[in-house]
């Protein structure tokens, strides 16, 4: 088997091009699309078509430049076949487009989109206990397929987030606490290698690869069609909460809201958010303020009692506590980021927030330069409990100390100044590396960032070893490569 950048060599296409692009679609000038979509039980949109900017368009905008010169719908894995054998034998670029939310534009491409956003069915077999999901469902899908259950499995709170990529990187949400990491309730994932066999991967099959792709990140092993999860019962009460500070020093009611979250029972999960409130063209704010919003499985007077030492000396300037069932809390947790999707962020795991770390979070948040939008800022999400229970070696995912994991943002519009924008992107990494010496030496994998320093260090710890003999057991060629993907060799 020829690797892809052996393919795209004997296509002509040098590895200047490839990293700007403008070669491959001149190379690709002359590839035979009618074959590929007659090989195909889905469609093949190009350019042309009036669907095409529909499946295009990802999240990032910034990304927006690397556009496809068409688009594989699949239905099945074995179409995800036939366009892995497409573009070896064509020498054609190609990216894998699950719900296309990738930190860095991964799921963009300039030759083929890989795009499995057809298959997105899910479906609960009951007596197993089983909830299978296609490799194209968005979380937003979740609730409406499982609500009649009574089941949930772990998800992003952004609707639109593609359930494969968020599981193959780990998968936190506002249940982890609970029920752990979407791949810790994985049981079972179809994936379609670069040889194009079709594996089952589970605790008794390929288990080497199962491990890798509970955390390996996306792209790096295969092309997943199918996820199995053990899901978790949401009959219970469920009681919502968000707290809002303002005009008042953040950091120290930061620190006690770690304090009292870290010995909160794991029933409850929150995210506390330093930002600066309004948007810069209605002027600087004074300082950043503080909102704390979570969910807990039980009662609002547990979660009134459990945040009594916070609330009880620093009173919020507006607050809810309610308790709804859970299907409404999840509505009232999910967020959809910014609404052009120019943003970026970096990440860190973190221990207890100390004074020192909650000041320099402060300042670093008041010093964000701005932009047409108003979300950026630092986001604690509450760590422990079940996502802390498994061994880091037990999966690919290496996260197993924290006590948070924080990340900051920033985030602009498409008509904001460059210079404005550049100095927003200056400011992330400024803030994050002043970060540092608060934080633990790890990252989150499915915040891919391409600046960061030792990022597979960061990313994978002591399970990277493991990982690129996974990788050259199921993908010795790197066929499956990107700028952050899982080398073949150490
Ligand atoms: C607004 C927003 C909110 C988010 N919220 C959360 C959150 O609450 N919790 C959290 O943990 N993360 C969150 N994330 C991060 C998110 O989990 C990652 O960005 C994830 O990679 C997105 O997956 P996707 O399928 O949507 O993206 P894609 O861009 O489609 O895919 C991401 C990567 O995985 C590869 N890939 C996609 N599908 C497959 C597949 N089926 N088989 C093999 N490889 C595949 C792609 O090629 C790409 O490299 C959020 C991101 C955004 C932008």
Redesign the pocket.
């Known amino acids: 088997m020829i690797g892809r950048r052996s393919f795209l060599k004997a296509a002509g296409v040098s590895a200047a091009s490839l990293a700007t692009g403008s070669g491959i679609a001149h190379a690709i000038a002359d590839v035979d699309w009618g074959r590929l979509a007659s090989a195909l039980e889905g469609r093949l949109i190009r350019p042309q078509d009036s669907e095409y900017l529909q499946v295009v368009v990802?999240?990032?905008r910034q990304f927006d430049d690397r556009s496809p010169q068409a688009v594989a719908m699949c239905r099945s894995a074995s179409d995800v076949q036939a366009c892995l054998a497409f573009v070896q034998e064509a020498g054609v670029e190609y990216?894998?487009?699950?719900?296309?939310?990738?930190?860095q534009g991964?799921?963009n491409t300039s030759g083929l989109q890989i795009d499995?956003g057809e298959m997105n069915k899910i479906s609960y077999d009951d007596k197993a206990g089983v909830v299978s999901v296609g490799?194209g469902v968005r979380s937003g899908q979740l609730p409406a397929a499982l609500s009649p259950y009574g089941v949930m499995i772990p998800a992003?709170?952004?609707p639109?987030?593609?359930?494969?990529?968020?599981t193959?990187?780990?998968?936190?949400?506002f249940y982890g606490r609970k029920y752990g990491l979407a791949s810790d309730r994985l049981i079972e994932t179809e994936l379609v290698t670069a040889d194009r066999r079709i594996l089952t991967c589970d605790e008794a099959q390929n288990a080497d690869a199962f491990w890798a792709l509970r955390g390996g990140?996306?792209?790096n092993f295969?092309?997943?069609?199918e996820f199995k999860f053990k899901p978790f019962d949401v009959r219970g009460p469920s009681t919502i909460f968000q707290f809002l500070w303002k005009g008042k020093d953040p950091a120290p009611i930061l620190v006690a809201v770690q304090e009292a979250m870290s010995s909160a029972p794991h029933d409850l999960s929150s995210v506390a958010m330093l930002q600066v409130s309004e948007p810069l063209s209605t002027g600087k704010p004074e300082r950043p303020e503080l909102t704390l919003q979570g969910h807990y499985f039980g009662r609002k007077s547990h979660v009134r009692d459990i945040l009594q030492p916070v609330i009880g000396r620093w009173r919020p300037t507006r607050q809810t506590v309610a308790e709804v069932g859970f299907w409404q809390a999840n509505t009232f947790l999910a967020h959809s980021?910014a609404v052009t999707g120019l943003t970026a962020s970096k990440s860190s795991f973190l221990p207890a927030v100390s004074e020192a770390m909650a000041a320099q979070a402060v300042s670093a948040v008041s010093e964000w330069p701005g932009s047409s939008l108003p979300e950026a800022g630092y986001a604690f999400l509450l760590w422990g409990g079940a996502y802390n229970e498994p061994k880091p070696s037990d999966t690919a995912f290496v996260h197993r100390n924290a006590e948070s994991a924080g990340a900051w943002i920033t985030s602009w519009s498409s008509g904001d100044p460059r210079a404005l924008v550049k100095e927003g992107d200056g400011w992330l990494m400024r803030s994050w590396e002043a970060s540092q010496k608060y934080a633990l030496p790890q990252s989150?994998q499915?915040?891919a960032d391409t600046n960061m320093p030792n990022w597979l260090g960061r990313f994978y710890g002591k399970n990277l070893e493991r990982l690129v003999e996974v990788k050259r057991k199921y993908d010795p060629e790197k066929f499956f490569d990107?700028p952050m993907a899982i080398p073949t060799q150490r």
Not at 160 to 166: E, N, Q, T, W
Not at 222 to 225: A, L
């Open positions: 990802a999240f990032f990216a894998i487009r699950g719900g296309g939310h990738s930190y991964y799921s499995l490799a992003p709170r952004c639109a987030v593609g359930m494969s990529g968020f193959l990187g780990g998968g936190l949400g990140g996306g792209g295969g092309v997943n069609t980021m989150y499915n915040i990107f």
